[in-house]
């Protein structure tokens, strides 16, 4: 990849972004770039970000009325790095949970794959400081998710991920409906119905230390309802296939792989 794009959605994350940013730049070379997109932050941090992008040419800012959910303001981010010319676009939160060292390794993926997933659940991959309750959630919601979809993927609601440019622009993101963490599912269900080449790549997840955690039981819930529609219109689909036109979908589990540890 030439030029990329990591775009970092924000709301009330004053604390941890001068953190974040910093060790994103000193873990990427000159040719990654990182796009704050903030949804109109109360504490500040949309204020914060403009002053650090005031001094940083590899930084920039975009804001955005108000708090609209995480798939927005992430679309909003690719569109902005579509229209100029980025060859990779990267999703990463700004809570310090996604580990910045790990972004070359993602990266260098795409030489071979569409999509680098950066996973908690694949040999090599983990979480620290997590409650026995979120390990719980984040294990039963991908094994629900690989059961309704029928897929292979094993952590399918990370938000850590490189894409190609090109794999975004056949996704049809102009369709995406989802708002919560279920967006990141619907980008993964997506690129393996395009036939999109999706590798995950083993990392190490930690939960924040400074500020306040967005998930919600309204997040879930929504999860839940749209993987089981998904499920269930692929199925009715295949059904459909096989009946009028004798011919069987082709599997989406076979577009996936992962990687070793390092």
């Known amino acids: 990849m030439n030029r990329a794009l990591v775009v970092v959605p924000t709301y009330d994350e004053r604390e941890n972004l001068p953190i974040v ?6 873990a990427t070379g000159d040719d990654v770039h990182l796009l704050i997109v903030d949804d109109a932050s109360p504490d500040g941090t949309g204020a914060l970000a403009d002053e650090l992008a005031a001094d940083e040419p590899r930084m920039h800012v975009l804001h955005r009325a108000g708090k609209e959910g995480l798939g927005p303001a992430y679309l909003a981010g690719f569109a902005w790095g579509l229209e100029r010319g980025y060859d990779a676009i990267v999703e990463m939160d700004a809570d310090g949970s996604h580990h910045p060292e790990d972004l070359p390794r993602l ?12 996973s ?20 039963g919601g991908n094994w629900y998710t690989r059961v309704a979809l029928g897929i292979d993927v094993r952590d399918a ?4 991920r490189a894409f190609r440019a090109k794999a975004l622009r056949r996704i049809r993101l102009q369709d995406v409906a989802s708002h919560g963490y279920c967006f990141q599912v619907d980008l993964v269900w997506r690129a393996l ?35 089981a529609w998904w499920g269930l219109r692929r199925r009715v689909r295949a059904a459909y296939e096989l009946v009028v036109h004798h011919r069987r979908l082709g599997s989406v589990r076979a577009n996936s792989s992962r990687v070793d540890a390092v």
Do not use: C, Y
């Open 157 to 160: 609601t990370g938000g850590f």
């Open 120 to 139: 908690r659940w694949v040999p090599g991959g983990r979480v620290e400081n997590w409650p026995r309750r979120r390990l719980l959630l984040s294990r």
């Open 107 to 118: 990266l260098a993926q795409l030489a071979d794959h569409d999509l680098a997933l950066g």
């Open 21 to 26: 940013i910093a060790r994103t730049l000193a």
């Open 193 to 227: 119905q395009s036939g999109l080449r999706v590798v995950e790549v083993p990392i190490v997840f930690t939960e924040r230390v400074l500020g306040v955690s967005k998930m919600d039981g309204a997040i879930v819930l929504e999860s839940l309802r749209l993987v």
